[in-house]
Structure formats: C-alpha cells, structure tokens
C-alpha cells in the first residue's frame, strides 16, 4: 500500500492567494483527518470526516478555511485567501475505522509557506 | 478536558546509552494513548500504543512504554540508543467513547551523539 499521498509536498504563496492542499487516503480507511503543525500550536487537529462527512470541524480556525472530501478517496483543504500565519505543516491521515484506539496513519505532509 | 505533557522538548544521549521520553496526561476518562515518531520532513509514524490490553507494550524499534495509571504516565523507553533514533517524537491521547480524535504533546527531539 502506497500509505496516504499528498500534494504538493511544498507549496509558496503570496498572501491573499487561494490554495489548494490535496490528499488520497489510504483505500478502505473510513477517516480522515487534516491536522496542521506550527512551531507555536504544535500539533492540532483542524477537521475529521467519517465516510466522507464532516463529523469535527471544530478546529478549523476560521472562515478562510474549508475542506471537502467528495468520494473515499481524495479530499481537499483549501485556504483563501491565504495570509502568512498560515504558514505550517500540514498533515492528512486516514484511519480504518473511528474507535478511539485506532491509530492513524499520516502522509508526508504539505510545507506552505505564504510571503 | 484531556491534554499530554511532555517533559523536556529536547532530550540528548549518548549512543548506546537508555533513552527515556517522558509523557504524562490527564484526562477525565480512560485514555488510549500513543507515541509518534517524525523523522526530518516526514509524517508521523506510528511506534506503540496503549489501548487496555497490557500496561508494558512494546512497539518496533526496541522501543517500549508502560502505562501507569497511579502516575498517569506513559514514558517512552529504548534500552540503547542507535544514531538512527535522532527524531521528534510525540506522545498523544484519544478518549474511550469518543472518536479516534489524537491530543498531542508538544513533542520531545532526540539528539543521539557517538
């Protein structure tokens, strides 16, 4: 299994630019998650979908952002406009199913950078 | 509200030497509790997790953890370092009952010298 992909890897911006972080997770996981690192928050979660829907959106911190996740397998964050604390890494991860002892699997990452 | 500790964000032993990584969390209700490894510009890789089961668990890597309720710690062990241990690693917690939403730590790096 290839494990969950995103793209791009690294992304530069100007501020006030849309921008689009994609993710396919891993086929058969029911979760997903996008989770955002920075230096100053650390690891937090940004939203959860269980097959598909939005179940958790309570960590999306504000209107600028949003994410879809059309079918099982791909789902998108999107930033517009951006701004440069924005600026992260940020995570997908997928799960197999929803119980609390189940552990997710990340992908690589998205470096965003907005100048 | 549930929430991880991790004592000291940076962590430095020599190769060979014990490493110890230390976590302690709170919450209200019976915790699931992980340890992340993140190595430079990769995503978090999953090296044990405590679910109720047993409270030593052993993950890949030689690593281990024992769960103790009584000091609600999760300490992240290795008995000898390998330079190839020099990571970031994260302690985290997920609620029984709820979802398989991960709290973090702040995360401790690892620095293995020779």
């Known amino acids: 299994d290839a494990g969950v992909i995103q793209s791009p890897r690294h992304e530069v911006t100007e501020m006030g630019q849309e921008v689009t972080l994609r993710c396919k997770p891993i086929s058969g996981h029911n979760s997903l998650f996008w989770y955002r690192q920075t230096m100053m928050r650390g690891l937090e979660l940004l939203i959860y979908?269980?097959?598909?829907?939005?179940?958790?959106d309570s960590g999306m911190p504000e209107d600028r952002f949003s994410a879809k996740m059309p079918n099982a397998s791909f789902s998108t964050l999107k930033i517009q406009p951006s701004e440069p604390r924005d600026s992260a890494v940020y995570f997908c991860?997928?799960?197999?199913?929803?119980?609390?002892?189940?552990?997710?699997?990340f992908g690589q990452g998205t470096r965003l950078t907005v100048v | 509200a549930q929430s991880v500790t991790q004592l000291g964000s940076h962590v430095s032993v020599s190769e060979g030497a014990l490493v110890l990584l230390r976590c302690n969390y709170s919450?209200?209700?019976?915790?699931?509790l992980f340890w992340y490894v993140q190595y430079p510009n990769q995503g978090l890789q999953l090296l044990l997790k405590?679910?109720?089961?047993?409270?030593l668990v052993k993950g890949i890597n030689d690593f281990e953890a024992e769960f103790k309720k009584s000091e609600t710690s999760f300490h992240l062990t290795k008995p000898s370092a390998h330079m190839s241990d020099a990571a970031e690693y994260f302690c985290a917690v997920s609620l029984s009952g709820g979802y398989n939403k991960l709290i973090f730590g702040a995360g401790t790096r690892l620095a293995v010298h020779p």
């Open positions: 991860a997928s799960s197999p199913t929803t119980t609390a002892n189940t552990e997710a699997f």
């Open positions: 405590y679910t109720s089961a047993a409270t």
């Open positions: 979908f269980n097959n598909n829907v939005p179940i958790d």
């Open positions: 919450s209200s209700v019976p915790p699931y």
